[in-house]
């Protein structure tokens, strides 16, 4: 009685409320207008991201942290330029090419432009390779050299230096071999190999050039960040008209680089809104009228169209800036909130004069509806990806103001309507025979058994370029730029990490060790060779200190005195080499290493963040070398790996928790709303018969037809939920309790109207809002029959009489 008497009193105040505007209905329109108007008034100042950060992992979870350490990655904020010469240019003519479109690359849109590393003098970058070579040379670079410390060694090494101080350019070769004729300086520059991130690259004065020689490469920097998308277009547009007034003859120029994609998706998803919000509009606006047949259809669309208005002012009080894909999922809010004044409309329509009891009727299966529709849409707040929990916000408000709308306002606008003008379809369901019904159950039950099967085939990608707009442009620029300097984007990161910088080399340093011999040299960029803690260098210089006792330099002068006598060279040529051996050895830092021209690789290898200072690793991508971190792997060290592949992994377990997390919460959630509604349980499961349907043949077709569950499909699911459960309560309250006021046409309209809504989103041509749409429209091929025709066939054929 409790739950009777309070439900009826809060059903109640849609009577009172009506009676009471009823009295002073110029009020009630003049808030009403004045409502909308202040939503289209805020709507000036609306903040339009068009950029992907909303369809990014934000949070604490592995997603949205490997998320973030995937923007550390080297190059993936900068813009990278390839030139390429025809067969009739030469090599001389690529460089200034490229020398000249690096000069003009200038503030506001670039920092910096480099061709090539910015290397010293070459007297000075050998000096300091050969003072940094005792810091660098690792126990096993020793012991080659100690092999070599033999009479046969040392005469083999000396005629090497006379045949090359005989060539033409020996006069220049002199003085290094008098400072180094062992070559330690060609041994610390051998380990630059470890830093070379463009495969196949090679310097020719002092120019990245791929091995065929054939392009140029230049690497800028721009303050201009990738999600910015109006910055992203400013600058892809200053680009291209760099590249067009510096154009040369016989040489091609294209770049590449994160704000292509930006641009690329935020373009799309502008031309996308316009297409989809104005083809929703018209075919909804279309349809009233073909159904309703009055002008005061208009009355019915101006509320899912004023809620869009309402929900877009309502989302920009909760955030600075509203994405796009919001904007876009507008298509999708009408179509939701048009159900409520639909199903109003054709319950009051055929009373001219109604009361308020009226309205106060119908409003239970209305509000309950709309409760359960929001209910499921807040599944979404516990997303990693803000552009979900966005979405539920923009949805949920729509939602409250179209019941809002459709409760208080709307019976005012249709009251007086005559009945005369329409004619009230006949209950088919009622009609048909038993053999009719049947044929219903069994084809639903073969469909259902079908798309079970097929729904068993699903796959989820968690690939976030499936939900991005990569138009074929940039996919073959990508191709080019990985046949002529490798993969430099498709590789496998791995942070050493530490308190401090010492603490991070000291990681990176065991994690070199542990790579080498699992993961050939080549493969492996590190900055463990060049810059090893300061310990390990500690041990390095004390190995070479033990090779060059005094004892062993002693001996090791004499075989140079010995075998060079024999070779021709006079007895004091190699004193400076000897001299150097009784200097202390300098340690490798990072501010040496920015003298010596490697600032820019070292900058982007060492990150700060905070308190924590990482190293960086790059290693490929593979399987293999993920099972090499995977959990329970023991190391000697603190890293964290990261890569694309593992992060398409974890997303797509992510997806596949999540999914069942939200069916899980929206369901329990949907069926305690129906059995608090209905108080039956024949009645609830009747109501869930859309819901059921439209999930398994969205699953099914998906299934079928080979198409990949990404994270948008998400929100895809909760729509068909949604939806499909406002078709199972006004049915259900049709059927069973007697709502015989038109319900099938309100759910007809209902359904085609969500249809619509849904179906603009497949004329969109961003990847995200694609999906959305179609599979919402696979759910709703399955929701919308099964609320027309198999709830009354079941409800018939099995005669009940629900109490």
């Not at 009739?88 to 000069?103: F, G, H, P, T, Y």
């Not at 070769?173 to 070559?183: A, C």
């Not at 106060?360 to 499921?376: D, H, L, Q, Y």
Request: glycine content about 8%.
């Amino acid at each position: 009685m409790g739950y009777n008497n309070g439900m009826s009193s809060f059903f109640k105040l849609f009577s009172r409320s009506f009676d009471l505007f009823s009295r002073h209905r110029v009020i009630l329109y003049g808030v009403t207008i004045a409502i909308v108007v202040a939503s289209l008034f805020a709507l000036r100042y609306i903040k339009l991201s068009e950029d992907l950060q909303p369809l990014l992992p934000d949070g604490k979870s592995d997603a949205a942290i490997d998320f973030r350490f995937l923007q550390q990655a080297p190059f993936m904020h900068k813009v990278v330029i390839n030139l390429e010469v025809g067969p009739d240019v030469d090599q001389k003519r690529l460089i200034e090419a490229a020398d000249s479109l690096a000069a003009a690359m200038t503030a506001p849109y670039y920092s910096r432009a480099a061709t090539g590393p910015d290397m010293p003098p070459p007297g000075e970058l050998f000096s300091w390779l050969l003072g940094a070579a005792p810091s660098l040379m690792t126990a096993q670079d020793v012991q080659k050299v100690r092999a070599h410390l033999t009479p046969e060694g040392i005469n083999t090494t000396l005629l090497d230096i006379r045949k090359r101080l005989n060539s033409s350019e020996g006069w220049v070769m002199k003085t290094l071999f008098q400072e180094d004729p062992l070559l330690f300086s060609m041994t610390a520059l051998e380990k630059f190999r470890f830093l070379n991130m463009f495969k196949g690259m090679v310097l020719k004065e002092n120019h990245f050039i791929s091995a065929d020689g054939r392009n140029a490469l230049i690497v800028a920097d721009t303050p201009i960040k990738i999600t910015d998308s109006s910055g992203a277009k400013a600058l892809a547009d200053f680009t291209k008209g760099l590249i067009a007034t510096h154009a040369v003859p016989g040489i091609t120029v294209s770049f590449l680089s994160g704000h292509l994609y930006t641009t690329a998706n935020a373009e799309t998803i502008k031309e996308d809104l316009f297409v989809i919000l104005a083809c929703a509009s018209l075919t909804i606006l279309l349809l009233l009228f073909l159904f309703m047949q009055n002008w005061r259809a208009i009355f019915v669309f101006l509320i899912p169209t004023s809620v869009v208005c309402i929900a877009t002012a309502g989302t920009l009080l909760a955030y600075q800036t509203i994405s796009a894909i919001t904007i876009a999922f507008g298509s999708v809010l009408m179509g939701i909130a048009d159900d409520y004044p639909i199903f109003t409309y054709f319950s009051l329509r055929d009373k001219a004069n109604f009361s308020g009891a009226a309205v106060s009727e119908i409003s239970r299966p209305v509000i309950f509806s709309g409760i359960t529709t929001m209910a499921t849409f807040s599944a979404l707040f516990f997303s990693d990806l803000p552009g979900q929990r966005q979405i539920a916000l923009f949805a949920i408000i729509g939602i409250v103001a179209s019941l809002a709308f459709s409760l208080i306002v709307l019976p005012h606008s249709i009251r007086g309507l005559s009945s005369a003008s329409h004619t009230v379809p006949a209950s088919t369901s009622s009609s048909r025979g038993p053999l009719y019904k049947g044929l219903v159950i069994s084809g639903w039950l073969l469909v259902v058994i079908f798309c079970l099967w097929q729904g068993s085939k699903i796959t989820f990608n968690g690939d976030m370029r499936s939900i991005s707009m990569v138009p074929q442009g940039i996919q073959k620029l990508e191709e080019a730029f990985k046949k002529n300097w490798g993969d430099f984007r498709g590789t496998a990161m791995i942070f050493a990490e530490g308190k401090d910088l010492q603490t991070a080399l000291t990681n990176n340093d065991r994690l070199f060790s542990y790579l080498k011999g699992k993961i050939a040299d080549k493969e492996i960029i590190s900055l463990a060779p060049i810059l090893p803690s300061t310990e390990t260098q500690k041990q390095n210089v004390q190995g070479w200190q033990a090779l060059w006792s005094e004892a062993n330099r002693n001996r090791v002068h004499n075989l140079f005195l010995q075998e060079g006598d024999k070779v021709g060279f006079a007895p004091n040529a190699f004193d400076p080499f000897f001299e150097r051996l009784s200097v202390k050895p300098a340690e490798v830092t990072m501010e040496g290493l920015r003298k010596a021209g490697f600032g820019d690789i070292i900058d982007a290898m060492v990150v700060r963040e905070g308190d924590i200072t990482r190293v960086l690793t790059l290693v490929p991508d593979t399987a293999q070398a993920a099972v090499f971190f995977g959990k329970g792997t023991d190391t000697p060290f603190v890293a964290r790996f990261v890569s694309q592949r593992r992060f398409n992994d974890t997303i797509s377990k992510a997806m596949i928790s999540n999914f069942i997390k939200y069916i899980i919460m929206a369901s329990i959630v949907i069926i305690l709303f129906l059995i608090f509604l209905f108080r039956n349980t024949r009645k609830v499961l009747y109501a869930m018969i859309p819901v059921v349907t439209g999930l398994i043949v969205m699953f099914g077709v998906m299934g079928w037809r080979g198409i990949e569950f990404n994270l948008f499909n998400i929100i895809a699911t909760i729509l068909v939920i949604g939806l499909s459960v406002d078709l199972g309560i006004f049915m259900v309250s049709r059927v069973t309790e007697g709502y015989d006021h038109n319900t099938s046409m309100a759910v007809l309209l209902g359904g085609l109207t969500s249809f619509v809504g849904m179906g603009a989103l497949t004329l969109a041509r961003h990847p995200a809002l694609f999906s959305i749409g179609i599979t919402v429209l696979l759910g709703m091929c399955g929701a919308i029959p099964s609320a027309l025709f198999v709830i009354p066939a079941f409800y018939r054929a099995r005669k009940v009489k629900i109490i």
